[in-house]
């Protein structure tokens, strides 16, 4: 039960189950582990490290997340809507159709993760990096993108707001594609 877990715990290939919910989770290390609730919104993650988990279409909304890490876990359609995540790094993730909409990221680095059609609608970056991900139609709409460095990620297409995407950083191929959203034609 994931009420009474305690901190400083490594869990490996458990099954984590939750019964009255619990509002804070503090130095725990979950490795292989399987969650029979998808529901962890309004909750506060601390010094967290989830290692080979399927997180995959959990409802993280409204949560904290503080000094986090996630190595090779599944988080297919997640959602962290109106999260907070501070010093968090995500590292070989399976992150596909994931939602940080109305979210704050800050000091928080994507690693060799898939993020494709990834939504960070109105998100408030701060120190944050992508680096060798997927980022195939990732939405960042509404979100500045001043500072961000898309270089040693890849995609074809990706969705921004044009007047927010001043001070972005991206190699010459990715730049006909984000030329085409600004209604330019690049001509041979």
């Known amino acids: 039960m994931i009420e009474e877990i305690e901190e400083n715990t490594h869990l490996i290939d458990c099954e984590i189950d939750c019964r009255f919910g619990r509002k804070q989770l503090q130095e725990v290390q979950f490795e292989n582990c399987r969650f029979l609730l998808n529901d962890y919104s309004q909750m506060e993650f601390l010094d967290i490290i989830f290692k080979k988990c399927d997180l995959s279409n959990f409802n993280f909304s409204k949560s904290i997340f503080y000094r986090c890490?996630?190595?090779?876990?599944?988080?297919?359609?997640?959602?962290?809507?109106?999260?907070?995540?501070?010093?968090?790094?995500?590292?070989?993730?399976?992150?596909?159709?994931?939602?940080?909409?109305?979210?704050?990221?800050?000091?928080v680095c994507f690693e060799d993760s898939q993020l494709k059609e990834v939504f960070f609608q109105s998100v408030s970056f701060n120190k944050v990096d992508f680096l060798k991900c997927n980022l195939q139609l990732a939405d960042f709409t509404e979100s500045k993108l001043n500072g961000l460095d898309f270089s040693t990620s890849d995609f074809i297409d990706i969705r921004l707001t044009p007047n927010l995407a001043k001070g972005m950083s991206i190699r010459f191929d990715q730049a006909a594609s984000i030329a085409a959203t600004l209604g330019v034609i690049i001509k041979d």
């Open 69 to 107: 890490k996630f190595q090779a876990c599944k988080l297919i359609g997640s959602q962290f809507i109106g999260s907070t995540l501070k010093d968090i790094y995500w590292q070989d993730c399976f992150m596909n159709y994931a939602v940080f909409s109305d979210s704050i990221l800050k000091q």
